[in-house]
């Protein structure tokens, strides 16, 4: 499952990775003094999340750390993104830290160094403290200050050590889905609560990037799952309808980080919830808007936009996502196991188009995501044969590509993910890896995309 011919070259230097996420491996939810997440009570809710799957245990990662730094020595990757579990921490949200905690990032981070591995650590991959959500969450910008203190914390703990550090991921989920369409913990349905938690995650990433300064450390960054959107149709109202969607899944965070402003489309986006707003203060562009190392962007497909009605026609129960289009499915597609239509050429036309936008002001930019969940085909002698996924691997890598080549300076990639986990509402149900976890017996069992993916970095060697 090598077919050298198939693989794209990248510069010398160019940093190949795989991540992970907290909540989605780690397991050991309530083990030396770990507090309780808002995933934690969302998975435990009644008919939440697929299945009735939790993260209680996942893919025991807390305990089996070691075999997985070896999965990922094998494999030859220069850099592992993984992430830090707030409520490890800082249990409470405020006050006191838990050593224990520390120490489980402390030895994750050594064992990786011993491997020649760099350590790169998301600091919010969505388990925030129960004990935050319970005095508003995101919706209120004490969670910002609070995310500040932790981040100092552990950057004071690790900075020696981890090189590349991001502040959030992935903050359209975090407001969006997580305040306002509910599908993530804490499962809210709200307009401008789900605004305000987006405007104080950006206050929270300006706030920690400041606390990540001052320890000293080499990169600091952002996530983002920016999405390319594309009209259905030629019509001047689905036209329009891709300017909402971009706003809502995009220019709501780059037009702050990388250009000091809100976007001027949001007004038509979410009228009456985004005027008068009373949660955004003087300096707060000036804070959002520094410098970055880089920019982390997740890919994973385009998104076909139409024109529709409100989908809430009563203004006032309108929720931020209400906003006049709706998702259509692209014909022709080969589509994933999440129903994600493939389609490569997005990935090169995004990265072009952010350039084209922002130009010089773009940081260098990592891949900090992308993969496929797919049907996977476990053959009697126990191998896996993931031939979906590795056509998906070597045809983004090949876009991603095209886009170096196009001028965008893009500087890794991260495959999501090294392990099968839990994604989310969708529970176990849905394989990202590209090693198998036998969730009965947490026996790993590296796939065909591992084995390809781990010859395309060996070749970058030769
Ligand atoms: O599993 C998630 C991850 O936590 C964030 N980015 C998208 C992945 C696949 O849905």
């Known amino acids: 499952m090598t077919e050298s011919r198939a693989f794209p070259r990248f510069p010398a230097g160019f940093v190949f990775g795989a991540a992970t996420a907290s909540y989605q491996i780690e397991g050991a939810a309530r083990e030396d003094g770990r507090g309780p997440s808002i995933w934690d009570t969302y998975s435990h809710a009644p008919g939440l999340v697929?299945?009735?799957?939790?993260?209680?245990?996942?893919?025991d990662h807390y305990h089996r750390y070691p075999e997985d730094v070896a999965l990922l020595r094998e494999l030859?990757?220069?850099?592992?993104?993984?992430?830090?579990?707030?409520?490890?921490?800082?249990?409470?949200?405020?006050g006191p830290v838990n050593p224990k905690g520390l120490d489980f990032y402390a030895r994750l981070v050594d064992e990786l160094l011993a491997a020649g591995i760099e350590p790169a650590a998301t600091l919010y991959h969505w388990d925030l403290p129960q004990a935050l959500e319970d005095r508003g969450g995101w919706r209120v910008r004490e969670t910002a200050e609070r995310f500040a203190e932790y981040t100092a914390v552990v950057a004071g703990h690790l900075a020696d050590r981890v090189p590349r550090w991001i502040t959030l991921n992935e903050p359209w989920c975090s407001a969006f889905l997580g305040y306002s369409v509910g599908r993530h913990a804490p499962g809210a349905r709200e307009g401008r609560g789900?605004?305000?938690?987006?405007?104080?995650?950006?206050?929270?990433?300006g706030r920690a990037v400041e606390a990540l300064r001052a320890a000293g450390v080499r990169e600091a960054g952002i996530t983002l799952n920016l999405d390319r959107n594309l009209p259905a149709t030629g019509s001047a109202a689905d036209r329009a309808?891709?300017?909402?969607?971009?706003?809502?899944?995009?220019?709501?965070?780059?037009?702050?980080?990388?250009?000091?402003?809100?976007?001027?489309?949001?007004?038509e986006t979410w009228g009456e919830l985004i005027t008068g707003q009373d949660f955004r203060r003087d300096g707060?562009?000036?804070?959002?808007?520094q410098p970055l190392d880089f920019l982390g962007i997740n890919y994973y497909r385009p998104i076909v936009v139409a024109d529709a009605p409100h989908r809430e026609p009563d203004p006032a129960l309108r929720t931020a996502t209400d906003n006049r289009y709706?998702?259509?499915?692209?014909?022709?597609?080969?589509?994933?196991?999440?129903?994600?239509p493939v389609v490569p050429d997005s990935f090169t036309d995004l990265l072009v188009a952010l350039k084209e936008r922002y130009g010089d002001a773009l940081p260098p930019i990592h891949i900090t995501e992308n993969g496929s969940a797919e049907h996977d085909e476990v053959s009697p002698d126990?191998?896996?044969h993931d031939r979906d996924r590795v056509a998906y691997l070597r045809d983004h890598l090949t876009a991603l590509k095209a886009a170096l080549d196009a001028g965008v300076d893009v500087r890794g990639y991260y495959v999501w993910s090294l392990l099968d986990n839990f994604e989310w509402a969708f529970g176990y149900g849905k394989r990202f890896g590209i090693v198998r976890v036998d969730y009965d017996t947490q026996r790993r069992t590296p796939k065909d995309s591992y084995h390809w993916y781990r010859a395309m970095i060996a070749a970058q060697r030769d």
């Open 284 to 289: 707060d562009l000036a804070l959002i808007g």
């Open 76 to 94: 030859g990757v220069d850099s592992y993104r993984f992430s830090i579990a707030w409520p490890r921490i800082v249990p409470d949200g405020s």
């Open 382 to 384: 126990g191998a896996v």
């Open 326 to 340: 709706a998702e259509v499915r692209l014909a022709g597609a080969r589509h994933t196991a999440m129903d994600w």
């Open 50 to 59: 697929a299945n009735g799957d939790t993260g209680d245990i996942a893919c």
């Open 241 to 267: 309808a891709v300017v909402r969607a971009d706003t809502q899944h995009n220019l709501v965070w780059t037009e702050p980080l990388l250009a000091g402003r809100y976007p001027h489309t949001e007004e």
């Open 194 to 205: 789900a605004l305000a938690a987006a405007h104080h995650l950006l206050v929270g990433h």
